[in-house]
C-alpha cells in the first residue's frame, strides 16, 4: 500500500539556490551539506545550532561529500577539488578523456571508500557522459560507464550487493551488481521506470530498510521505493524543482531535500515562494551512515 507522507510545512532555510543539488551529511560535525550549482556555492548549515555559512567558487560545483580526518571532496567544474581541514585545496583531480564541454555531476562514496561521479554535457547532450570511479589514495579516475546523458543519483543498498544509479535521460533508476570488495559494478539493468506525468528522476538517498528515495524534478514529490521496486511512499513538497535528497540528523532520521528555481519567472516564483529553499522531513525510516571519502 502506498503512503502519503506529510509535507513539510515550510523550509529548513531559505537560501534561494538556483539549483541546490548533492546534500551530504557529515556526522562528525553534525552538519549538513549541499551545493548550488549555477551560483558555484558551497553549503553548510549545522542543524543544532542553525549555524548557516556558504563559500564561493568561481565555476561550478555539484557535490560535496566528507572526508576522513576532516576537509571536503567538491566535485566542480572540471575535476575533483579536495579540501583540507582548513578549506585548502589540497589536490585537484581531473578526469580524463571527458570533452571540453562537459561537467561533473552528482557524486556518491561506496561501502569500501571509493569515490564515485558522474558527468555531463553543459547543454545535455545526450551520450556525451560517463560514470566514473575514484579509489582512495593517489589515483586516476576509472571509467565505468560511458554514452551516459545526465548522471545524477548514486547509492548503494544497505549490504552493498547493490549500486543504483540514475541517468534522468533515461527516466529509470537502474540497478548494478556491485562487488565491495572491488569496487566492480556489472549488470546495469532498468530497476524503476517514472511515468512521465510524475516528474524526472534526480538525486538518491538508500535508507537503512534498503528502500530508495528519488527526487522528482519539476514532479513536486519524492518517492520510496522499497528492495523489491514497489513504490510505498511519496512525500509532497510545496515546490516543483525538487533535485535531491539525504539522511541527516544525529540519529539519520530526517530526510533533507534540496530543490532549485532556475529558469522561473515572476509568476512562478510567485506561486512557489519557497523554490530553492531546503526541507526536510520525518518519514518514520533512518538512512544509514555515508562513509567519508578517505583519500
Not at 532555510?13 to 558555484?40: C, H, N, S, Y
Not at 558527468?119 to 575514484?134: F, V
Not at 541527516?248 to 532549485?260: N, Q
Amino acid at each position: 500500500m502506498m503512503r502519503v507522507l506529510p509535507a513539510p510545512t515550510g523550509p529548513v532555510l531559505r537560501t534561494g539556490d538556483q539549483l541546490g543539488e548533492g546534500p551530504a551529511w557529515d556526522g562528525v560535525r553534525g552538519e549538513l551539506l549541499w551545493v548550488d550549482i549555477l551560483r558555484g556555492r558551497l553549503h553548510r548549515y549545522t542543524p543544532a545550532t542553525g549555524e548557516f555559512s556558504h563559500r564561493q567558487f568561481g565555476h561550478a560545483v555539484s557535490a560535496v561529500l566528507p572526508r576522513a580526518g576532516g576537509g571536503l571532496a567538491v566535485a566542480a567544474h572540471h575535476g575533483v577539488l579536495l579540501l583540507d581541514a582548513d578549506g585548502e585545496v589540497e589536490r585537484t583531480i581531473t578526469v580524463p578523456g571527458e570533452p571540453e564541454s562537459n561537467r561533473l555531476g552528482d557524486a556518491g562514496v561506496d561501502p569500501a571508500g571509493r569515490l564515485w561521479f558522474g558527468t555531463l554535457d553543459a547543454e545535455m547532450l545526450p551520450g556525451r557522459g560517463a560514470l566514473h570511479r575514484l579509489a582512495p589514495g593517489p589515483s586516476v579516475p576509472e571509467r565505468v560507464l560511458d554514452r551516459t546523458s545526465v548522471a545524477n543519483g548514486i547509492g548503494w543498498s544497505p549490504d552493498g550487493s547493490r549500486m543504483y544509479f540514475v541517468d534522468s535521460a533515461t527516466r529509470r533508476i537502474d540497478v548494478l551488481d556491485f562487488d565491495p570488495a572491488t569496487g566492480e559494478a556489472r549488470d546495469r539493468r532498468p530497476w524503476v521506470s517514472i511515468e512521465d506525468e510524475a516528474g524526472v528522476p534526480d538525486g538518491l538517498a538508500v535508507d537503512a530498510e534498503g528502500g530508495v528515495w528519488v527526487a522528482l524534478w519539476r514532479g513536486g514529490q519524492i518517492r520510496r521505493y522499497d528492495a523489491g521496486a514497489r513504490h510505498d511512499a511519496t512525500l509532497p513538497l510545496p515546490v516543483r524543482q525538487v533535485t535531491s535528497c539525504a539522511f541527516g540528523g544525529p540519529a539519520l532520521d530526517r530526510l533533507y531535500v534540496t530543490t532549485g528555481r532556475v529558469e522561473m519567472d515572476g509568476r512562478r516564483l510567485a506561486a512557489e515562494p519557497d523554490a530553492g529553499s531546503v526541507f526536510a522531513a520525518d518519514v518514520g525510516v533512518c538512512g544509514r551512515p555515508v562513509p567519508p571519502y578517505p583519500g
